[in-house]
Nanobody
């Protein structure tokens, strides 16, 4: 069974940092794009950041300069380093991977207190 396993969410004060990790387990060939999305209460899911296999990145304007996405292709793992967190970053963060399949993680809650 192929799945994405996320870790690293939690509660942090505004201005703090968190690092999310997401590893793909099982048989998934050549993951092209890995990314992080988030969904806040009563809002639509939105792209936070994405990274291609070659390392090209894309960020939402709201997180540019504060979040950094990276990946380890050998481990089929993607990371999201979040710094200078704000209360409006509070959301469930979902990992996404696109290869021969498209996968979603179960979500990890990030809560930023003011």
């Amino acid at each position: 069974q192929v799945q994405l396993v996320e870790s690293g969410g939690g509660l942090v004060q505004a201005g703090g940092s968190l690092r999310l990790s997401c590893a793909a387990s099982g048989s998934i060939s050549r993951i092209n794009v890995m990314g992080w999305y988030r969904q806040a209460p009563e809002k639509q899911r939105e792209l936070v950041a994405a990274i291609t296999r070659s390392g090209s990145t894309n960020y939402a304007d709201s997180v540019k300069g504060r979040f950094t996405i990276s990946r380890d292709n050998a481990k089929n793992t993607v990371y999201l380093q979040m710094s200078s967190l704000k209360p409006e970053d509070t959301a469930v963060y979902y990992c996404n991977a696109v290869g021969n399949l498209e996968l979603w993680g179960q979500g990890t809650l990030v809560t930023v207190s003011s």
